[in-house]
């Protein structure tokens, strides 16, 4: 199962709405509503940020939001603030019952 | 306050075993999926694996890159995964995390809770 493909890094300016993009093929992305997306600080555990494609877990900002379309999911972040600037990794079931995760993609705040 | 404490992590010889723990508590271990989630220093998140509820039979599902050589168990009474690790190759240094899954009703995903993790390294 290879990794998904996420680019390597996505910037924007504060205030400006990001995408970052997650390709993957039929049996992970394109065939079940099960991506999730990931935040994570360095030196720190991952967090959970968006699940089955576009739901937020209680606690989560509203300006992240996540979509899919085919075998490309995406996840949103609007009103980018300097404290977005971290790593964000997407994951998705697969039809081996698996989970796989995508390259990981670096936020910069300009 | 739902907790994840994983431990067992240490240096080991190329083709060593180790065994990893999670001690859990804070939620209905025994209703939960576990997974397990590899980092190595630098790099991203990896998939190792998980253990399903015994509701669903104990299932365990594995990476390619490990199957056949890492086991996931758990011990209900102890609120307790684990994850057995043999045949290690150097690829395998990285830090291991737990994290709680859930699948049901149209649900399906982990990483709500996450240990802090536990460093393995597989050196000569």
């Known amino acids: 199962q290879s990794a998904l493909t996420q680019p390597a890094s996505v910037s924007g300016s504060p205030g400006q709405s990001i995408t970052i993009s997650c390709t993957g093929t039929s049996s992970d992305v394109g065939g079940y509503n099960y991506v999730s997306w990931y935040q994570q600080h360095p030196g720190k555990a991952p967090k959970l940020m968006i699940y089955d494609v576009s739901k937020r877990p209680s606690g989560v900002s509203n300006r992240f939001s996540g979509s899919k379309s085919g075998n490309r999911a995406s996840l949103t972040i609007s009103g980018l603030q300097a404290e977005d600037e971290v790593d964000y990794y997407c994951?998705?079931?697969?039809?081996?019952?698996?989970?796989?995760f995508g390259t990981g993609t670096k936020v910069t705040v300009l | 306050e739902v907790q994840l404490v994983e431990s067992g992590g240490g240096l080991v010889q190329p083709g060593g075993s180790l065994k990893l723990s999670c001690a859990a508590s804070g939620f209905t271990f025994s209703g939960s999926a576990m997974h397990w989630v590899r980092q190595a220093s630098g790099k991203g998140l990896e998939w190792v694996g998980r253990?399903?509820?015994?509701?669903?039979?104990?299932?365990?599902a594995y990476a390619a890159s490990v199957k056949g050589r890492f086991t996931i168990s758990r011990d209900d009474s102890k609120n307790t995964a684990y994850l057995q690790m043999n045949s290690l190759k150097t690829e395998d240094t990285a830090l291991y995390y737990c994290t709680r899954g859930y699948c049901s009703g149209g649900s399906c995903y982990f990483g709500g809770y996450w240990g802090q993790g536990t460093l393995v390294t597989v050196s000569s």
């Open positions: 994951s998705s079931y697969t039809s081996s019952s698996t989970y796989v």
């Open positions: 253990i399903r509820s015994k509701a669903n039979s104990y299932a365990t």
